[in-house]
């Protein structure tokens, strides 16, 4: 007669032994024979009587727990919602979320137990670094506004946690001595002096200032399409290239598509042109000045013409005037107070 017990099976080597494992809940533990051998039934009821076999089995190594925090992220990017971020954008939520996750735990608690308060704390932990306190909350709110959309969730515990105030005034703008200080270190010809001029006589961010190259120019116009929300909200803009920008470009050694290259003579990354331009910032002793602070310059110099924020805005591509008018606050201000200077001067004449 044929002996058979629970949870055993055979496994055949290469040479044909047959061999007896007593498997369950993912664990395996060979068994003395043959089959139905004193030997065998002792192996049996030890393996049967160890305390794993009444424990229920772990989950495997890099599963997530349905309905907790992980596992709303995993649905999140797999959505459509996140598919229409452009892939920088993804990247950075993508941090922020994992980040978040990992903080004591976050991402293997039920999300749908998470409230406004403890938002609210982990931000308040961050306050040294309100602009990342800021953008964790931000992020925590499209989150949740997926989960609200696609049913997932009741509610968003992220809409009500307040900004904390952070520097009203952003990124420093250059002065017209620090960008004379600047030049003064970079002559004309070098490639830090072309990613100044690039920068300052077109107002653009440096994801689109890395990529500009002849291809772009037409009819003595920079046209080109934004690189920020290029996948959601394409911005193409026309910028007439000035006659300095020009100068410069022609008395500069540029790459095949692209103006700017690295010392390898390829195109610079995103990352890599905000590093060097930094060291560049550095060797003219400007350590407060950027690469961003220079189109926020960019921005002034209009202003402080005249022009209005409608005009500004179609050479920077802002879509609001909200930002340009944080931007251009303190050459408006100066404008406006010049324009009032002159009223009471012709006033007492």
């Known amino acids: 007669m044929k002996f058979r017990l629970k949870y055993v099976v055979e496994d055949t080597d290469r040479h044909g032994n047959v061999r007896l494992y007593y498997r369950r809940h993912g664990r395996k533990v060979r068994l003395r024979g043959p089959a139905g051998s004193p030997e065998f039934l002792a192996d049996y009821k030890k393996a049967a009587a160890a305390p794993s076999d009444a424990q229920p089995r772990k989950e495997r190594a890099g599963r997530v727990s349905k309905d907790s925090f992980a596992w709303l992220c995993a649905q999140y990017y797999k959505s459509a919602m996140w598919a229409s971020l452009d892939p920088k954008t993804q990247k950075t939520r993508r941090a922020i979320l994992e980040r978040f996750a990992l903080h004591k735990g976050n991402g293997e608690k039920p ?36 989960a609200v959309t696609y049913d997932l969730a009741d509610t ?51 994801s689109d200032l890395v990529l500009f190259g002849r291809q772009h120019v037409q009819d003595g116009w920079l046209v080109f399409t934004q690189q920020k929300g290029k996948g959601r909200n394409p911005v193409r803009l026309e910028i007439p290239l000035v006659p300095e920008l020009q100068r410069i470009i022609e008395a500069s050694e540029t790459g095949d598509l692209t103006f700017l290259v690295n010392a390898y003579g390829r195109p610079f990354t995103n990352a890599g042109f905000g590093n060097r331009f930094r060291k560049w910032c ?27 924020e409608f005009e500004i805005m179609a050479i920077t591509g802002h879509q609001t005037s909200k930002e340009v008018t944080r931007y251009t606050k303190a050459a408006s201000q100066k404008v406006r107070a010049q324009a009032a200077s002159q009223k009471m001067r012709a006033a007492q004449s």
């Open 156 to 206: 968003n515990p992220a809409k009500d946690v307040e900004l904390l105030k952070s520097n009203p005034e952003g990124y420093h703008s250059w002065t017209l001595a620090e960008i004379e200080q600047f030049e003064r270190t970079h002559p004309v010809g070098s490639t830090a002096r072309l990613a100044l001029a690039l920068a300052l006589y077109t107002g653009q961010r440096r």
């Open 111 to 146: 999300y749908r137990m998470m409230l406004a308060r403890h938002i609210r704390k982990r931000r308040d932990e961050m306050i040294a670094t309100p602009e990342a306190a800021n953008s964790m909350v931000k992020v925590l709110r499209q989150l949740f506004r997926f």
């Open 282 to 308: 550095d060797e003219a002793g400007l350590g407060n000045c950027s690469v961003h602070g220079l189109r926020k310059a960019a921005a002034a110099r209009p202003a402080e013409l005249g022009c209005t």
